[in-house]
């Protein structure tokens, strides 16, 4: 088995400092809005922590399998090392907002679902889950480039089985942000703030959904 710290560092490791300023962004002048700044909020398979260390938030939660998240999590956030399937270390009904980023094409179908309802337990009642995630449809070109990719989805799967897991699908964005950095896009802060005001760039170049549900 692939050690996932190998994998984190290879594909993320040359673009983590970027990564970071990107979120800031991203952040501040979209994912935040979403968010209450007295929220609780969990950030699931968070990697580099590059969301939960930018938003804003009164409570922040990282859950990962890899213990190196400890090296990238900032002091404010608590750190639950678990796979997604097991979130018994949270209470039920005691998170405002869930974000989860590229994640759902690395495990199985099975493991989808089983993450989603663990999510939906530990949601508030009204509470959002957040999604950001390739959307197969857009990107199937480049979707096979990472070799732990193994299951595709589109816009559709995805709220598909968000409310076959009790949840209600508020937001669906088929079309949202670029693929990945490792696209040849330039790497630049000032076009991503461009970006994110200019909707029509989005639908011509976003190859990732947003989907925003609700318990």
């Not at 990238?72 to 997604?84: E, G, R, T």
């Not at 990472?146 to 299951?151: A, N, P």
Request: proline share 4%.
């Amino acid at each position: 088995m692939i050690n996932v710290n190998k994998i984190y560092e290879r594909r993320f490791g040359k673009d983590a400092v970027f990564r970071q300023k990107m979120y800031s962004v991203l952040c501040s002048k979209f994912f935040q809005k979403y968010i209450s700044k007295n929220a609780t909020v969990l950030d699931v398979a968070a990697g580099y922590c590059e969301f939960i260390n930018n938003i804003q938030a009164k409570h922040k939660i990282a859950l990962d399998i890899n213990p190196d998240i400890r090296k990238f999590a900032d002091k404010s956030v608590k750190i639950i090392l678990a796979p997604s399937t097991d979130m018994s270390k949270i209470y039920s009904n005691t998170i405002d907002n869930v974000f989860i980023s590229n994640f759902f094409e690395h495990i199985t179908k099975e493991d989808i679902i089983k993450t989603l309802n663990e999510i939906h337990r530990v949601l508030k009642k009204g509470g959002k889950l957040m999604i950001l995630q390739p959307n197969i449809r857009y990107s199937y070109n480049d979707y096979w480039m990472f070799f732990d990719h193994i299951t595709p989805l589109d816009d559709r799967s995805l709220c598909e089985v968000l409310e076959l897991t009790n949840f209600k699908i508020v937001e669906s964005r088929p079309k949202f942000l670029p693929y990945s950095t490792k696209s040849k896009l330039p790497k630049s802060i000032i076009l991503l703030r461009i970006y994110l005001k200019l909707p029509i760039l989005q639908r011509i170049m976003g190859k990732q959904a947003f989907v925003v549900a609700q318990k």
